[in-house]
């Protein structure tokens, strides 16, 4: 089994990310072989919480230039992680 930390690399916080924390939804950045199962647990065991359901999706890279080459940034995999009614995570709420 894969260490929880290196399964969850860091939250997302952007705009989109925050609006959804009030439907208790929350977004992460994970490794890109974890499964749902794998971040489930992860979520669980970091946090100590209850988790409904895990939405992933891979994010390609974008063509960048580098002195006139073009190139691609690595793709990554971002998870939405729905938690039980009345859990939440600390980190998001600014506690």
Do not use: H
């Not at 490794?31 to 946090?47: C, G, H, L, R, Y």
Request: glycine content about 6%.
């Amino acid at each position: 089994m894969k260490d929880p930390y290196s399964i969850i690399k860091r939250p997302l916080v952007t705009e989109k990310s925050m609006n959804l924390t009030s439907a208790g939804k929350y977004v992460f950045e994970v490794d890109k072989d974890a499964n749902k199962i794998e971040i489930t647990d992860a979520i669980e065991k970091v946090f100590k919480v209850k988790v409904a359901k895990v939405n992933t999706l891979t994010v390609k890279g974008k063509l960048k230039r580098t002195r006139g080459a073009p190139g691609y940034t690595a793709d990554w995999k971002k998870a939405y992680v729905t938690l039980e009614p009345g859990q939440r995570i600390e980190i998001f709420e600014g506690a």
